[in-house]
């Protein structure tokens, strides 16, 4: 395996764990948003 192929490795490999990380990122924000958006109001009206 060359070095170019390598770098081309590298890259698919940090691209796969930015796909990852933004996957779990998508889906706490959408399975806890609710409930923060909720806290968040009940703390503000009790202001």
Same mark, same amino acid.
Request: aromatic letters at 6%.
């Given at each position: =395996?060359?070095?170019?192929?390598k770098k %081309?490795? @590298? =890259?698919?490999e940090? &691209?796969f /764990?930015l /796909? $990852? *990380? &933004?996957?779990? /990122?998508?889906v &706490? *924000?959408a399975? $806890? %948003?609710? %409930?923060? @958006?909720? $806290?968040y109001m009940s703390v *503000?009206?009790?202001?």
């Open positions: =395996m060359n070095e170019q192929n %081309g490795q @590298g =890259m698919v940090y &691209a /764990i /796909i $990852l *990380v &933004a996957f779990v /990122i998508i &706490a *924000v399975t $806890l %948003g609710p %409930g923060v @958006g909720n $806290l *503000v009206n009790s202001l």
